[in-house]
């Protein structure tokens, strides 16, 4: 089960830290990644990491701003999202897959947090 939060309203430039926690899988195992989902949009591949192989993938649209993290003690992954921009909004969700690599098709991951909202104004 993952549980995300941390979303909110921001002006453009500014950050947020959105958190997704875990229960029954580790992060430590498998692959947690978030998807942004605009309105009228698909949902979009934007970090994600698979700790035990160091790996981690962002998206073209949030290299150098977005960072993905974790804590294994808190069985919690973390999106930092610094100089944001309006076009960033979107309901974000976290996810966990197995699958190998980390993949950036949602159809590869098996469950979903509930999603949290993040508004950027201009």
């Known amino acids: 089960q993952l549980q995300a939060s941390g979303g909110g309203l921001v002006q453009a430039g500014g950050s947020l830290k959105l958190s997704c926690k875990a229960s029954g899988a580790t992060v430590r195992s498998g692959v947690i990644s978030w998807f942004g989902q605009a309105p009228g949009k698909d949902r979009e591949f934007v970090a994600g990491?698979?700790?035990?192989?160091?790996?981690?993938e962002y998206s073209d649209s949030v290299k150098g701003r977005f960072t993905i993290s974790s804590d294994n003690a808190k069985n919690t992954v973390y999106l930092q999202m610094n100089s944001l921009k309006p076009e960033d909004t979107a309901v974000y969700y976290c996810?966990?897959?197995?699958?190998?690599?980390?993949?950036?098709?949602?159809?590869?991951?098996?469950?979903w947090g509930q999603g949290t909202q993040v508004t950027v104004s201009s």
């Open positions: 990491m698979r700790r035990s192989a160091g790996k981690i």
């Open positions: 996810a966990y897959t197995t699958v190998i690599g980390v993949p950036e098709q949602p159809l590869h991951y098996y469950y």
